[in-house]
């Protein structure tokens, strides 16, 4: 490869590198819903849970890992938290410092206008 080559190379490679950090999204937040999922058994001894979170107009929905053990009362539903997403991979932590590693299971989109009123006592004549 000549120099101009490795040049080339060395230039698309430092570009590319901020727009691969740019999908890391952090923030804070309020917890929205807490949910257990999936059950417990002997093979499987700690109960996952779905933490669902609102970050820049979308619905996040993450799931604790296998083998964590949570307590639903580190994570009040309505407490503020802080939280990372990167792909399909995140974390959550409460305001005691608590922090747990999840994968993102759902992510929805959330209108920025109102949804129409379904009274139609209300509708304009």
Known sequence: MTCKGIAVLVLVLICALPATAANK????????????AGTTGKKHKHQQFDFTFVASGTAYTCRSPEGTKLKATDFPVGSDITYQVDKDKGSVKNASGKEVKCTVMRVEKLSDTPAPSSNPASAPQ
Do not use: I, N, V
Request: overall charge positive; charged content about 25%; aromatic content about 8%.
């Open 25 to 36: 999204l952090k923030g804070t937040t309020s917890l929205k819903d807490f949910q257990p």
